[in-house]
């Protein structure tokens, strides 16, 4: 069965904070919890009367954090926390499609209802009403068809599934990936320099011409001298993983809309890792 949240009131305004004006989209929730999208709370408390929750994000970019005071439509209030939805941008990406409401950049800002509908003033604020349906796949026939002029006539009804949020923050991923390969690039290469000096040394120490001379061939040679440094290969994986596992969720930190949960590595990364240990080796 498809569940229904309680309608919410929501617009488009502009917010001061720190002496620098901002748009934003503002929305009112209950004290409650919702039925669908709930917003995360990441510091703070959720809203109560008089207090406003901002976008993490949107919060990070204005320096803005819980006991700040921002203004809405001539109104002040006190920042009572931070939070993240699955539901809304990610800033600054905009999911929204084109027609009235209220612009989502990914700079939300929740209210409670009735805080809202009083900053709203004349702004006439439209209604948001999240839907979570039973066949998650058919979110985006629904969107379509609820955006056609034979169901809303003259009067567009913005919709939003939840595959154009997917699709928002995964581009934000997208956009630190090169930086990250280029950088692991010239990590290497920088690497190798270091090391062939280090075996150039070592061989003269490894008394390779001393087993050549009591009978050894080539081949025994080189397997002996490889053994030395292929007992190392699994520590350098374990190693390298391990900090770029802790470092990479610092370095591609492309918005704080998004949670920060750091994956273990999988099969193939460990292979992948060692393989190349071993043929450095």
Sequence with gaps: MDTVADPAPGFSATVRVHGHTENTAVEGRE??????????VTSGTWIRSGGAVLERGFAQVLGVGVGDRVTIGGRDYPVLGTAISAATGVYPNSNWASGPGPSDDGDHIWLTTEDALAAADDASPLYLLNIKL????AAQSLADILFTD??????????????GFIEGGTRL??????????GAGLLAAAALVPLASLAA????????????????????VAALLLAQYL????AAAAVGVTVGSLTVPVLADSSAGLLNIVSP????????????DALVA
């Design 31 to 40: 004290h409650t919890a919702a039925a669908v999208d709930q917003p995360l």
């Design 134 to 137: 039973s066949a998650p796949d």
């Design 150 to 163: 034979d169901v809303t006539g003259q009067n567009w009804v913005n919709t939003q599934p939840w595959q």
């Design 173 to 182: 991923l997208r956009s630190v990936q090169p930086a990250l390969v280029v």
């Design 201 to 220: 040394v070592r061989a003269t120490r490894d008394h390779a011409g001393l087993l050549k001379a009591v009978g050894a061939t080539l081949r025994t």
């Design 231 to 234: 007992h190392l290969t699994v």
């Design 265 to 276: 590595p999988t099969t193939g990364m460990v292979v992948i890792a060692t393989l190349l």
